[in-house]
Nanobody, 124 residues
Framework: QVQLVESGGGLVQAGGSLRLSCAAS????????MGWFRQAPGKEREFVAG????????YYADSLKGRFTISRENGKNTVYLHMNSLKPEDTAVYYC?????????????????RGQGTQVTVSS
């Protein structure tokens, strides 16, 4: 079992930045592909970013490329989401997820473990 705990969310003004963290316990993350998703009120959960177990490849939602960056430190069992130039439409609960198998990074159902999420609110 892998337990994932997100942190780093909060209230930020438009144009600001946040760094979210996803810390894992129970198993080492070094062999897991990781993803970040978000869900705004009244909307479906959507893919934000994904990263291979090695960190060698990263994937982003087209609309977020250039503003968000996913990274990982396997030695710390942690994955990060760096968010810059935040907009009010980025307001959502952000979740991290982990999986061992190959699959579509954008599909939340392909992940084996998910965290409880951290709230990000961007004010205008």
């Amino acid at each position: 079992q892998v337990q994932l705990v997100e942190s780093g969310g909060g209230l930020v003004q438009a144009g600001g930045s946040l760094r979210l963290s996803c810390a894992a316990s129970g198993r080492t993350l070094s062999s897991y592909a990781m993803g970040w998703f978000r869900q705004a009120p009244g909307k479906e959960r959507e893919f934000v970013a994904g990263i291979r177990w090695s960190g060698s490849d990263t994937y982003y939602a087209d609309s977020l490329k250039g503003r968000f960056t996913i990274s990982r430190e396997n030695g710390k069992n942690t994955v990060y989401l760096h968010m810059n130039s935040l907009k009010p439409e980025d307001t959502a609960v952000y979740y991290c997820a982990a999986r061992r198998s190959y699959g579509d990074y954008t599909d939340t159902t392909t992940y084996d473990y998910r965290g409880q999420g951290t709230q990000v609110t961007v004010s205008s």
